[in-house]
């Protein structure tokens, strides 16, 4: 696979690692099934939308929050429940699974609030997140930071991630004429 910036080369590939690791921690986190599991992917960036693929091939009732009208075409036509980013506040209470793949802050107190007793909340972006952990600790929301997850689940398949992008960027660096 080539593509034209090797920064979206080096950043697509960590998605299914990642995307792998949070069906994990979901399946390791909770005492029911994925299958029939009503879940929430907030974002629908590289790692949203590898991650309703799968959720979705599990079984799960799945809706995807997102804020373009691209991406909101996007999830209806992959047949993915659609709600809009910026207006999740009174619409959380109904899923069992949350996950969160935007690195700014959109779980904080107020939403945490709404979070039916017993669900999770896996926050999948990178820093500085996306979940207000001291809240969501004080209201006892079973939530967690799932960072590095590429590494943690996968080794030996981030570690030919990292390799092939080193490569990558060589091949472009060069073809560019850029001495290194």
């Not at 080539?2 to 792998?20: D, L």
């Not at 935007?102 to 500085?128: E, T």
């Not at 209201?139 to 390799?163: D, F, M, Q």
Request: glycine share 8%; charged share 20%.
């Amino acid at each position: 696979m080539i593509c034209k910036e090797y920064s979206v080369y080096s950043t697509f590939p960590n998605a299914v690692p990642s995307a792998e690791g949070a069906v994990q921690l979901a399946m390791e986190q909770t005492e029911h099934t994925l299958h029939g599991s009503v879940c929430l992917i907030i974002g629908y960036g590289r790692i949203g939308k590898v991650l309703a693929r799968q959720m979705t091939a599990l079984g799960a009732k799945v809706t995807v929050s997102a804020r373009k009208t691209e991406d909101f075409c996007w999830c209806d036509a992959c047949g993915y429940n659609i709600a809009d980013t910026r207006a999740l506040d009174g619409a959380l209470g109904g899923y069992d699974i949350i996950y969160n793949t935007v690195p700014h802050m959109i779980l904080d107190d107020k939403h945490l609030s709404q979070i039916k007793p017993g669900a999770l909340v896996i926050d999948l972006a990178s820093n500085p997140g996306g979940v207000d952990f001291a809240a969501a600790k004080r209201r006892g929301v079973n939530c967690h930071w799932a960072l590095s997850l590429p590494g943690k689940v996968a080794p030996e398949s981030a570690a030919a991630i990292v390799r092939n992008t080193v490569y990558q960027i060589v091949k472009e660096t060069k073809k560019a004429g850029a001495d290194i």
